[in-house]
């Protein structure tokens, strides 16, 4: 079973759980809006998705006025521990 296939029918949406877990694996502890690839999220979809993730309070939201990047940082939200499990069981996501 791949992300795609446990995200849509666990999360709704197979990019949400592909995000995550490309955050969980790929990302540092921080990284900015249009780093995630092509392969994991459409750059169109990618900035409602990390505003979920916020939301839920699994990152926070950094915006530096000199700059138009918008960042994100992971938080040690237990909700983290879902996408951990979630990828020991999914194929790996595309770098």
């Known amino acids: 079973m791949d992300a795609g296939d446990v995200g849509r029918l666990l999360f709704g949406r197979p990019s949400r759980l592909r995000l995550a877990l490309w955050i969980h694996t790929h990302a540092g502890p921080r990284f900015f ?16 998705e990390l505003t ?8 926070t939201e950094h915006r530096e006025p000199a700059n138009r990047r918008v960042y994100y940082e992971r938080t040690r939200s237990p909700l983290w521990a879902i996408i951990t499990a979630a990828a020991k069981v999914v194929d790996p996501v595309d770098k």
């Not at 809006?33 to 409602?48: L, M, N, R």
């Open 33 to 48: 809006q249009s780093e995630p690839p092509k392969t994991v999220i459409a750059q169109s979809a990618c900035g409602v």
């Open 52 to 59: 979920r993730l916020v939301d839920l309070g699994m990152l």
